[in-house]
């Protein structure tokens, strides 16, 4: 695959993982670092297969093929690169995260990131699997603990 | 009727299958009290939506991190040249592409 195709191919898909790396670092300099962190990560680990792939840009389907599977590829990395550096950052970041999201915020950095990956991105439980790298089980528990506690919250907000 | 509830959030974000979705039709479609658990889910979904952050990146933001990225791929998805003319060759690319 030549470069330029694969950064046409890629290209469209900054705004959202700019919008994931957001959800995990509230902050507009951090999130933009861990979209560039993630995306140099996955170019150095993929760069054989990358660069043996063959992708016929006027082929739409082939290009929406390829651009998921980079996009589930970059956000493994982005995953693990964000959920280590939220951890970190934890306490410089509550200073400066928006108000209207602390629920969202409050949550512990892996079930934001399996919460936002399923009901964002709208990715599959197989698919979260996948990209996080944690069993199927561990994927379902995060889902339920982030809606429990998140909806707990809202009702909690309803009756004071 | 406890398995097809399962089914809803599955059914709401097309990560059903062909088949399951067309089995859950039809329940729905032969139980329409079913209906009211679809919407209150749907409701909850949505509400759920609303509590994730959906930030966009700046006009400038975003011309960085394009930049950058442009940057990344050029340098780090480099082939190797296997002769001299392949390597003159990608020079060539290089210099076009800057």
Known sequence: ????????????????????????????LQAEQLVIDGMNAYLLKERKSLLKKEIDLNNKKEVLLFRRLAFKGILRYMCDIGVRRSTQLSEQLKVGRPAEYSAFYSLDPKVRVVFSLRYDSQFTVEEIEEIV???????????????????????????? | MIAYEKKITAYLDGSLGAEET???????????????????????????????????????SLRSMESEIKASVFNLLKEEPKSMFENLRMKWEEWINR
Do not use: C, W
């Open chain 1, 1 to 28: 695959m030549k470069r330029k195709d694969f950064y046409l191919a890629v290209q469209p898909l900054i705004e959202k993982l700019y919008r994931f790396a957001y959800t995990l670092i509230p902050d507009d």
């Open chain 1, 133 to 160: 790298n944690v069993p199927r089980y561990e994927v379902i528990e995060k889902i339920h603990n982030g809606r429990f506690l998140l909806m707990n919250d809202l009702n909690q907000g309803v009756t004071l």
């Open chain 2, 22 to 60: 067309s089995e859950f039709e039809a329940f729905v479609l032969t139980h329409p009290e079913f209906e009211a658990k679809i919407k209150s889910k749907k409701d909850e979904i949505s509400l759920l939506k609303n509590m994730i952050p959906a930030v966009s990146p700046t006009e400038d």
